[in-house]
């Protein structure tokens, strides 16, 4: 089974830009999609963009279309998510996960690792 590590969270002013990363170990980590998911405090975990095993499709959120952008580098064994014109309401712990399988990007329950977050916060 993969595990997944989270980092490059901070404090950025809105407009800014951040890219997070989420450093897989464990044997085939190709094989698996991955998601990126985020909660803001008092509010229900929510899915922000997701990338198939070998990065051919990408899934956003409507509310991160067009400013963040998701990829991969599997000789790295690393996905990133690449945040731009952050506004105060991204401000949440940014938590990367993998499954097994296609379909259901959006849904955490189908992701099997998770990490442990890591906090991004936009100032206004």
């Known amino acids: 089974q993969v595990h997944v590590v989270e980092s490059g969270g901070g404090l950025v002013q809105a407009g800014g830009s951040l890219r997070l990363s989420c450093a897989a170990s464990?044997?085939?980590?190709?094989?698996?999609?991955a998601g990126w998911f985020r909660q803001a405090p008092g509010k229900e975990r929510e899915f922000v963009a997701a990338?198939?095993?070998?990065?051919?499709?990408?899934n956003y959120a409507d509310s991160v279309k067009g400013r963040f952008i998701i990829s991969r580098d599997n000789a790295k064994n690393t996905v990133y998510l690449q945040m731009a014109s952050l506004k105060p309401e991204d401000t949440a712990v940014y938590y990367c996960?993998?499954?097994?399988?296609?379909?259901?990007?959006?849904?955490?329950?189908?992701?099997?690792?998770w990490g442990q977050g890591t906090q991004v916060t936009v100032s206004s």
């Open positions: 464990g044997r085939s980590f190709s094989s698996y999609a």
């Open positions: 990338i198939t095993g070998g990065g051919g499709y990408t």
């Open positions: 996960a993998a499954k097994n399988g296609a379909a259901y990007y959006s849904d955490s329950t189908t992701y099997l690792s």
